[in-house]
Every structure is written in structure tokens, then in C-alpha cells.
């Protein structure tokens, strides 16, 4: 069982910047890619990025291409979410998830192959 718990997000002015962080728990986190979604009011849970268990491969969406980072630390059971150059539209709330993996170098944008999830963070993003 992993349990995650995310923080840092909050309202910030178009242009700024958050760094979203995600702690997990237990003894496998390396086990685990990771991913971080989104879900705006009155629309679905969308993919915004992803990390392999090594943190050696990373995929975005394009919407996020280029303004958004994901990292891992396995040291410290944590993954980010660097998020620049914010816009309205990334206001949502922000959950990262956990799906255990064999393959080290893979990344799922799936949503529906996570096993683990977290309650959420706030980000807002006024014009």
C-alpha cells in the first residue's frame, strides 16, 4: 500500500511559477512510476505529465510542453511537479498517482493504470 500526500500548490498571477511536491509512502517507492493529473471544474481528469521509476524517461502533455517539469528523488520517496510560466487555464486541482511498475524505463499518460492516488493540491491561476 502507498499512500501519497501532495502540497505547494495555492493561487499565483499568470506568468508565475509553483513547485508541486508529492510525498509517498513506504519502502518501494522505486517500484513505482509516477504521474502527476489535473482536474478543472466541470471537465475530466486529464494527464499533465509522467516519470519512470528511474526518473530516466519523462513525458508531457502537450498543453504543458515546455513550461512543466516532473522529477523524482527515491532517496527522499518524493516527486515534483516544476510548473513555469502558469496560465489560467492550468487552474485546477492537481493529483499525483502511483502505478507500480516492472520496467524501469516506462512512463503511463494512462490514468486508468494507476494503482495509488493522492487527495489533491489547489492551483489557481488568476489573469
Known amino acids: 500500500q502507498v499512500q501519497l500526500v501532495e502540497s505547494g500548490g495555492g493561487l499565483v498571477q499568470a506568468g508565475g511559477s509553483l513547485r508541486l511536491s508529492c510525498a509517498a509512502s513506504g519502502r518501494t517507492f522505486s517500484s513505482y512510476a509516477m504521474g502527476w493529473f489535473r482536474q478543472a471544474p466541470g471537465k475530466e481528469r486529464e494527464f499533465v505529465a509522467a516519470i519512470s521509476r528511474s526518473g530516466g524517461s519523462t513525458y508531457y502533455a502537450d498543453s504543458v510542453k515546455g513550461r512543466f517539469t516532473i522529477s523524482r528523488d527515491n532517496a527522499k520517496n518524493r516527486v515534483y511537479l516544476q510548473m513555469n510560466s502558469l496560465k489560467p487555464e492550468d487552474t485546477a486541482v492537481y493529483y499525483c498517482?502511483?502505478?507500480?511498475?516492472?520496467?524501469?524505463?516506462?512512463?503511463?499518460?494512462?490514468?486508468?493504470?494507476?494503482?495509488?492516488w493522492g487527495q489533491g493540491t489547489q492551483v489557481t491561476v488568476s489573469s
Open positions: 498517482a502511483a502505478q507500480r511498475t516492472v520496467y524501469s524505463g516506462n512512463v503511463y499518460p494512462n490514468a486508468l493504470g494507476y494503482d495509488y
